[in-house]
């Protein structure tokens, strides 16, 4: 089976590839563009970016109901542990792990993690993620503009998700430069539109991708399933 995903809205993200269903980031309760409720979420696997409350989310109760394994930082890997997840995995930049569905590396990303509830949230990361059938995906979850994401971009991306909302991540004038630096076949915007302060024009910053580089950008709103 081919890889797909489906945006939750905001930095919500929900993969499914090989039969195995992959949830990144699940701030679904108090999203004011959640497309799906927390209730109605099944997942085999939760990646969690950074430990801000909008991206643990909603993480710990559908770690619980769905029996997913929580993957992220170590020091948040830790944390779900205090919360009563049975299953985690800690894991630090630059390492990566081959999972059932396919092969997880952080990333470095420049933003902050304290956890909800000011337990050390560790150090934020993105996303490589190579899935069985070959298919790879760059999340960069909250993060500034950084020169490595040249590096992240060689051996070639199918898929790069950044974040083009301004204000607590990269805005769009460095996200189409993150573009460059990554050379994505496919790009996709998130973390815009949720709140007024992060409010983006993602249509207008699809068009200068289209005319600045080779990279094809998908724009949709929340809750659309996009093959890959
Ligand atoms: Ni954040
Ligand atoms: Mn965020």
Redesign the pocket.
């Known amino acids: 089976m081919a890889t797909r995903f489906c945006w939750l809205g905001h930095a919500a993200l929900l993969f499914e590839s090989d039969g195995q269903r992959i949830l990144i980031d699940p701030f679904l309760t108090g999203n004011p563009s959640a497309a799906r409720k927390a209730d109605d979420v099944e997942a085999d696997f939760i990646l969690i970016s ?1 430990g ?1 409350g ?2 643990v989310g909603d993480a710990v109760a559908i770690a619980k109901r769905t029996g997913a394994v929580v993957v992220a930082n170590y020091e948040i890997a830790g944390w779900f542990e205090t919360q009563g997840v049975a299953k985690v995995h800690g894991m630090q930049h630059g390492g990566g792990f081959t999972f059932p569905f396919g092969r997880v590396k952080l990333t470095l990303a420049f ?2 993690s304290a956890l909800p509830d000011g337990s050390n949230g560790g150090n ?1 990361a993105g996303f490589d993620l190579t899935f069985a059938d070959g298919t790879r995906v760059y999340d960069a979850a ?1 993060t500034g503009l950084f020169g490595d994401m040249k590096l992240i971009g060689e051996g070639g991306l199918d898929l790069a998700i950044l974040p083009i909302g301004d204000n ?1 991540t990269m805005g769009p004038d460095d996200a189409l430069r993150a573009v460059k630096f990554l050379e994505p076949d496919r790009v996709f915007p998130i973390h815009y539109d949720t709140f007024p302060l992060i409010a983006q024009d993602a249509a207008a910053w699809a068009e200068r991708v289209r005319a600045e580089t080779q990279t094809r950008p998908i724009v949709t709103p929340p809750g659309e399933w996009i093959e890959l």
């Open positions: 950074h801000h909008d991206h933003h902050g934020p909250d607590y």
